[in-house]
DNA sequence: TTACTTATTGGCAAATTAGCCAACAAAGAA
DNA sequence: TTCTTTGTTGGCTAATTTGCCAATAAGTAA
């Protein structure tokens, strides 16, 4: 079993990809470095927001960054992220498919 | 890329993950189906908070459960999850090994 | 029925998180 | 230097989450 310290520590980095906006950042940048400005037009909010949610990735060691000329870089820091969300997926899936079963067919 | 629609539904699956009582949750119930008594042993809250962690589990459709006389019995529902960790942890070590190339060794 | 055991739900206060605006910092251009 | 562009930080309110206690089910036993 795992203690309750190191539960902690991987609920930090959990938590850390637990908004939809870091979500997207992460699917972003999957594919390749991504300058602040190109990740902004993904969303619909301030800067200051996006600013701040990209900072949070970088706390949990999700995101690295780097500065080029006037422009921040990012990029995924650990790359099996990309992986990550096919359980997530998976629980989705498995939830829609739950309900199914429990929708009433039209009269 | 995804939507932010997807997007907001992927994290209601993390959000519910991202708590150091629900981890250990799923750690336990990983081994094997549970009771709430079972359950409480792992952890030092009050009964009513446990039973609420448990609820975001299961409304995420991580866990399921069922009742058997007076007990409760929980399981995990989508096996993957046990696989999912993985990543966090790899996302943790990389972390660690950043910040080991950052501390000053002792003069 | 009454009593007991097991777990869930309601309600509330404390803690945390989110998002906006404004102010600031850092780097290049004029 | 001053202006501009790019992104971060501070400060504040609103929203959400957490965890306790108390009250309430839902079974079981006497």
Not at 33 to 52: A, R
Not at 64 to 77: N, P, R
């Amino acid at each position: 079993m795992i203690t309750y310290k190191e539960a902690e520590i991987r609920s930090e980095v959990i938590k850390a990809m637990a908004h939809p906006v870091r979500l997207m950042v992460i699917e972003v940048l999957k594919d390749g470095n991504k300058s602040f400005s190109e990740l902004m037009e993904y969303f619909d909010v301030d800067k200051s927001t996006l600013s701040k949610h990209i900072s949070v990735l970088k706390v949990a060691g999700i995101v690295s960054s780097h500065k080029d000329g006037l422009e921040s870089i990012f990029g995924v820091q650990v790359p099996c992220v990309t992986e990550f969300f096919s359980c997530v997926t998976a629980v989705i899936k498995d939830k829609i498919k739950q309900q199914q079963c429990c929708i009433r067919p039209a009269e």
